[in-house]
């Protein structure tokens, strides 16, 4: 992953201290901390300007904890819960060892840690069924006519192996909509934009438990299986020839489908939505 482009250097304020590494870092003034913005919080906020000007970037070293401490004029205390904080967001982890072998590191790969933080806040938000649909199929009908062009071969097992999980009739509606949940998150993981697999990855419990609230009728359950394992399987198939268009199609049809059949809901509004989602990948 490559730094952005940096912004131009206006240079240091005259209060700002350089360290060996050229960063600027300025010593936090009374009045940055003393209007509702805690000490670590502006730490925080020194570190993502460093980021967002491109003088830091995945792989860099930040200073020691002392050396922050001292550069930015705040307490140890302070820096070592911007840090931890920092840690759980995925932007920075922890190394092992001495000097200057140990102490946090800009992360490379950040992108589970955006899911996680995704998710939480998908959960704790509680969106309308609405919202979630046109989402869903923005998303997904990008993410296959993509996945149609440069799916790997594995990725491609991966999505075979769950149609043929869904296809075993042992399976209890609830198995059967995890494997379903995992077909469409796989199916954007497919694409290779690893954007696209981290915000279906993000709503992939909001979606399977959209998918469990859909009213089960046990009697009728292996019919409505087969059909939803059908879809699958051809959604799969036109990903595998290549056709995008085709592949794009069908997933949009699939997901109307669900939730027309399994809430007896699906407005106008959203009807078109899915139908133009298909339009723009043909």
Wanted: net charge negative; proline share 6%.
């Amino acid at each position: 992953m490559s730094k952005p482009p940096p912004l131009p250097d206006r240079g240091p304020s005259p209060d700002s201290a350089v360290t060996s590494a050229g960063l600027h870092w300025s010593p936090l003034s009374l009045a940055s901390t003393s209007k509702g913005v805690r000490a670590h919080e502006r730490v925080i906020a020194q570190i993502e300007q460093q980021i967002f000007t491109g003088r830091l970037g995945p792989g860099d070293r930040l200073p020691t904890q002392r050396e922050l401490a001292e550069l930015l004029g705040v307490g140890r205390p302070a820096v070592r819960e911007a840090l931890r904080i920092l840690e759980y967001l995925g932007v920075v982890g922890s190394q092992t060892g001495r000097g200057h072998s140990s102490g946090s590191v800009l992360v490379v790969r950040p992108a589970p840690a955006l899911t996680r933080s995704l998710r939480l806040h998908m959960a704790m938000s509680q969106f309308e069924r609405d919202d979630l649909l046109e989402t869903r199929l923005h998303l997904e009908v990008l993410a296959v006519a993509k996945a149609a062009e440069k799916a790997a071969p594995e990725d491609l097992d991966s999505l075979a192996q769950l149609v043929a999980a869904m296809e075993d009739p042992a399976h209890t509606p609830e198995q059967f909509y995890a494997f379903d949940t995992q077909f469409h998150v796989g199916l954007a993981t497919a694409s290779g934009n690893r954007l696209i697999g981290s915000l279906m990855e993000a709503i992939r419990d909001v979606v399977q438990h959209e998918m469990s609230a859909a009213p089960i009728d046990l009697q009728s359950w292996p019919r409505t299986a087969g059909w939803l394992g059908a879809e699958h399987s051809q959604i799969l198939d036109a990903t595998r020839r290549g056709d995008s268009d085709r592949a794009a199609e069908l997933l949009a049809e699939h997901i109307g489908r669900f939730y027309d059949v399994s809430f007896e809901e699906s407005p106008a509004r959203l009807i078109s939505s899915w139908s133009a989602a298909g339009q723009t990948c043909r």
